[in-house]
């Protein structure tokens, strides 16, 4: 049968009369009504009024058998008389008092003259006072009879109160109605005997304060002050007594709401459960403004209006509304605490929320177009404006005083690199570092809309969006920086250069370098070694012998010029003889050799093997040998680790020898090299856990006590090996809780050693490795790399946990890391095993279109792509249907064209594919290349005490 409807005007009223009993209590059996005939019950013995000898006492003990009494609602339980009270057994009035006070006599002697109440009660109708005072804008007499009546919580106006009163107590309606009055008449500039801070102070004493006090409080406030600083017509108190009266309200609001108990016996002078700003980091795991405020009035759940409220106070503070009103120095600084704390919280937040506030509040509507429209453009840019105070703050220039304004400039100039350097180096989309753009361009947008982005920024960006695959990006960076008049410097190409290296570009690397020498810009040193650098990374080991053969007979030609000018004939311009020639070449330095052994270093062992890196390397010193160019730690530090590579520990030793004997101290690679080289030559294999644990700790205190300062490198190189080589979790607790004591955060390396060590253990770990996830992802958010996400996905693919690798694969693509071809194939030979041979064609499609999880490119090359199309081809299973199916009849190296996020790097990696069969002629003839082209350089060693020929040398 259907239900009676009930329209929704009338479900609305319905709800108003609704009783909720928060409390329930038994209820005696004297308070339920019988709905019988009451004439068939007999009446008591009629009584003659004035005879009545009932003490004061019995009336009362009367009244609480017969009539039980209607308490004071608590937190806004909604009390009513119930509709057939008429019918109970004594229905007459009691009276509780002396005769002067019956029938609302009480209010007329002792409440200021209050008109008689309409309904008969036992108590007088001190509420009802209340709200004619306030019906009659009688606001000094409405609050002064508040403090006389309302004494305590249980007094008789709380625990006693009418009929009548009942109804202005329900959800304390009438206390809701004064707090909002006083506070409209204290910002109109009348003459109140309470602020709204004092009206709040006295309901959080006597318990009585709702949330919606507060927040129509602060709201009315904020939204008064904002009117008077509007330029429009005054119709409220000045804007500097209403702002001291908002923070005043903050201030208590923190009180009585924060983190911490604070007694209530007076207002307190001091911002209570506000932190030091100096403990603020400014970076949180949640990006909901709203929720990260909650977090320090625990007591009270916020909303957007209190909100707006913040964000409208920052923007005072910040410095964008000076010409329309300057805070005073005392007062700014008295409201230190609060504003940096908001400008922390608001540092990079979202604050979607607040435009709820806009959206309803009658008030803010009333304001001008203009004057709302200027104030909605701040509210948008606050976190950007907060983001950069917190910048200006941290850094090597930050300290307790305040700072220059060129220190600001140089701790914003850093703070903004090293985001920069984060996003690229966890390799994320080109959506991140986009983001991060716009905000800098922003952040750096004067009141003249002009953008004065340092060249540094600018040369960060590029070199970013270059090495994610995003050369359109990189475009757009440049010709902003034109536009602004920003001319590009050696950094700014160098910075370009780098951005091709690392997305494996040549030919863009070659266009940049061929436009850099037509802008008639000279390469200097840094130049030359990225280039040098870069074409051995991209395998171009003979154009890199030949770059280098090109720096150094340039500086040798312009250096002969010097030595030996020329000659002039007849009619040339006599060049003066005190005029002193400069050779404008860059003379090649350590740090170009550094940057080509580095890179022979750096290549695999399966690119290049290890004897032909000796070969090259050897080459690349006799080159440095004809400039008397000497080693340093770094260039020690690099022949250190090819060796190690080999596992040829004698050399190593020998080179260890040398650089001692030239006087060069080891720094911490070099050391995190030989605690590496100690795990090789099985130095742990005789001890215990425990005594690894103390060995490693003891050789961690050698270093600190020599100067060096342990990075998260060291850490992460030795917990890999104790987790490899031993599984030794003893030893791995201690060496992260050495590192958790000096406030290094665990590195993604770490993370990466430990998944992988669980993944291989007999049977594996997953509930290991489900639980280590939980903390990664978890509050407080770990930094991640895509390496982490990719080895996870493999882990699950391998054991068959199929939906927790599509959630890790799918909180990767949320993440903006790039997955590599290895994991997506792991990915799709798992889906296929276990049968779910749809999802395994919507991730080919992803790939094949750049969308989903192949948003942004996937990273590994061109083997890797091969790969894992070979896979998806051996598999079948339906994954050549429908739009993998077109594709996967074509040839594979189409998918350049559906992949166009990654055509650039795809291209040269290509190009490189077609040459492989030729690299093992072209490394031959390096090796029989003349020392002519090396500027007829001699063999020096950087060895002293040449080494034993090694067998692997042979």
């Not at 909720?20 to 009446?43: G, V």
């Not at 006599?105 to 108590?123: F, N, R, V």
């Not at 060995?695 to 030795?718: H, Q």
């Not at 792991?826 to 750049?850: F, I, P, S, T, Y």
Request: aromatic share 8%; proline share 5%; net charge neutral.
């Amino acid at each position: 049968m259907m239900s009676s409807y009930v329209c929704r005007q009338c479900r609305g009223r319905l709800l108003k009369r609704t009783v909720f009993a928060r409390n329930p209590q038994w209820q005696p059996k004297a308070s339920f009504i019988s709905l019988r005939d009451a004439q068939a019950q007999p009446d008591p013995a009629p009584q003659d009024p004035s005879k009545d000898t009932r003490t004061e006492g019995s009336i009362a003990q009367s009244e609480g058998q017969m009539t039980p009494r209607v308490p004071f609602p608590v937190n806004g339980d909604r009390v009513r008389p119930g509709r057939y009270s008429r019918h109970t057994a004594n229905a007459e009035p009691t009276h509780n008092g002396p005769p002067e006070q019956q029938n609302g006599g009480a209010m007329q002697a002792g409440s200021d003259g209050a008109d008689e109440s309409t309904l008969e009660t036992s108590s007088p109708s001190y509420a009802l006072a209340i709200d004619r005072h306030l019906k009659s804008r009688d606001l000094k007499q409405a609050w002064r009879l508040f403090l006389q009546i309302y004494t305590s919580r249980d007094c008789p106006a709380f625990t006693n109160p009418s009929f009548n009163d009942v109804r202005l107590l329900n959800g304390v309606k009438i206390f809701s109605q004064l707090s909002a009055a006083i506070a409209t008449e204290f910002c109109k500039g009348s003459d109140v005997l309470a602020s709204p801070t004092a009206v709040l102070f006295r309901y959080e004493q006597l318990g009585i304060a709702r949330p919606e006090m507060w927040i129509k409080a602060i709201t009315h406030v904020t939204n008064q002050f904002l009117w008077s600083t509007s330029g429009a017509a005054s119709r409220t108190r000045d804007a500097e007594s209403i702002l001291v009266e908002l923070l005043a309200l903050w201030r208590l609001f923190f009180q009585c709401k924060g983190q911490q108990e604070v007694s209530l016996e007076s207002l307190s002078s001091e911002w209570n459960s506000i932190p030091d700003g100096r403990s603020l980091s400014g970076f949180y795991s949640q990006t909901n403004f709203g929720r990260r405020l909650q977090n320090y009035h625990p007591e009270m759940l916020g909303g957007p209006a209190l909100q707006f409220s913040a964000i409208v106070l920052f923007n005072v503070f910040e410095g964008v509304n000076q010409s329309s009103m300057k805070v005073p120095d005392s007062l700014r600084e008295q409201s230190a605490p609060f504003i940096g704390l908001i400008t922390h919280l608001l540092a990079g937040s979202n604050i979607n929320t607040v435009f709820k506030h806009t959206e309803v509040s009658v008030d803010f509507k009333a304001l001008p177009d203009d004057f709302r429209k200027l104030v909605i453009d701040q509210i948008n840019s606050a976190p950007v404006q907060a983001m950069k105070l917190v910048g200006m703050q941290s850094g090597t220039h930050s300290s307790e005083q305040e700072l220059s304004e060129a220190e600001k400039t140089s701790n914003l100039e850093e703070f903004y690199l090293k985001r920069i350097a984060r996003a690229v180096l966890s390799q994320s989309h080109a959506g991140k570092l986009g983001k991060l753009w716009e905000e800098v361009t922003t952040a750096y947008k004067s009141t003249d809309h002009s953008t004065a982005i340092p060249p540094l920024i600018y040369n960060a960006f590029l070199s970013g969006f270059m090495s994610l695959y995003q050369s359109e990006q990189a475009v757009a960076v440049w010709n902003h920086m034109i536009a602004h008049g920003v001319k590009p410097g050696m950094r700014t190409w160098v910075a370009m250069l780098e951005g091709c290296v690392k997305a494996k570009d040549l030919n863009g690397m070659d266009a940049v370098w061929e436009r850099m020498l037509r802008s008639g810009s000279e390469p200097d040193n840094y130049a030359w070694t990225t280039r040098i650098h870069g074409l051995i990374t991209l395998r171009q080991i003979a154009r890199a012998f030949n770059a280098l053969d090109e720096m150094g007979k340039k500086w040798l030609s312009a250096e002969k010029v010097i030595k030996h000018p020329q000659k002039r004939g007849k009619g040339a311009k006599k060049v003066p003889s005190n005029t002193k020639l400069v050779n404008s070449f860059t003379k090649p330095s350590i740090e170009v050799i550094n940057g080509a052994i580095s890179a022979l270093v750096q290549i695999p062992e399966q690119g290049l093997r290890f004897p032909r890196k000796v070969d090259f390397t050897h080459k690349v010193l006799q080159w440095a040998g004809n400039f008397d160019i000497k080693p340093d730690a770094r260039t020690y530090n690099i022949l250190i680790q090819l060796y190690l590579n080999a596992g040829d520990y004698p050399t190593t030793f020998k080179l260890l020898r040398q650089m001692e004997k030239e006087g060069l101290e080891g720094d911490l690679a070099t050391h995190t090299m030989l605690i590496r080289a100690a795990f090789d030559n099985q130095k742990f294999d005789d001890l215990s856990n425990t005594e690894q644990a103390d060995r490693i700790l003891k050789l961690f205190s050698e270093l600190e006590s020599g100067g060096l300062k342990l990075n998260t490198y060291v850490y992460s190189s030795t917990i890999d090996r104790l987790l490899k080589q031993y599984g030794n979790f003893t030893a791995v607790r201690a060496v992260m809780d050495h590192m958790r004591s000096r406030n290094l955060v665990v590195s993604p390396h770490i993370y990466t050693s430990l998944a992988t060590h669980y993944f291989q253990q007999d049977p594996p770990d997953i509930q290991a490795v489900d639980s280590l996830l939980m903390q990664i992802f978890g509050p407080p958010r770990a930094p991640t790399d895509k390496i982490l996400f990719d080895r996870v996905i493999e882990g699950y693919a391998i054991h068959g946990e199929v939906g927790k690798m599509m959630s890790v694969l799918t909180r990767m693509s949320a993440h903006g890391k790039l997955p590599g071809w290895r994991a997506l194939t792991a990915v799709v030979r798992a889906l296929a095993e276990a049968g779910d041979w749809e999802r395994a064609r919507l991730v080919v499609r992803d790939v094949q279109m750049g969308e989903g999880v192949a948003k942004g490119g996937v990273t590994g090359g061109m083997p890797g792509q091969r790969a894992f199309f070979a896979v998806v081809r051996e598999l079948g299973g339906g994954l050549e249907e429908t739009l993998a199916g077109e594709y996967l009849r074509r040839r594979p190296a189409n998918i350049e064209a559906a992949m166009s996020e990654q055509s650039a790097a795809e291209g040269a990696a290509e190009m490189l594919d077609a040459t492989q069969k030729g690299e093992a002629q072209e490394m031959e003839a390096q090796q029989a290349i003349d020392d002519e082209e090396f500027v007829n350089a001699q063999h020096v060693s950087y060895l002293s005490d040449a080494p034993e020929p090694d067998p692997r040398q042979q």
